[in-house]
């Protein structure tokens, strides 16, 4: 079984940068394609970055060109950089696989303030 941490998030003013990090531990070599997600309050549970093995990044249309997710293969660690934060960025936020197959962690909140 795979568990996953996540951390990283807190309260920033608009315009401001968080830089998210995701630790994979348990019964894993090598972490799959994996990807960020984020549930506003009342919410779905939305993608918003993916990225493959190969290092290969996909993005949702409303952060694209201020989120960049990255990989340590060797830590098996996901990290998400989060720069121009806007209010509506205001969710918690998950990693997992890019099809959501692993337990969820319990996320880590990201409050924009404007």
């Known amino acids: 079984q795979v568990q996953l941490v996540e951390s990283g998030g807190g309260l920033v003013q608009a315009g401001g940068s968080l830089r998210l990090s995701c630790s994979a531990s348990?019964?894993?070599?090598?972490?799959?394609?994996m990807a960020w997600y984020r549930q506003a309050a009342g919410g779905q549970r939305d993608l918003v970055a993916s990225?493959?093995?190969?290092?290969?990044?996909n993005y949702a249309d409303s952060v694209k060109g201020r989120f960049a997710i990255t990989r340590d293969s060797a830590k098996n660690t996901i990290y998400l950089q989060m720069n121009s934060l806007k209010p509506e960025d205001t969710a918690v936020y998950y990693c997992?696989?890019?099809?959501?197959?692993?337990?969820w962690g319990q996320g880590t909140q990201v409050t924009v303030s404007s």
């Open positions: 997992n696989t890019k099809w959501g197959t692993y337990s």
């Open positions: 348990g019964s894993i070599f090598s972490l799959p394609d």
């Open positions: 990225i493959t093995v190969g290092g290969i990044t």
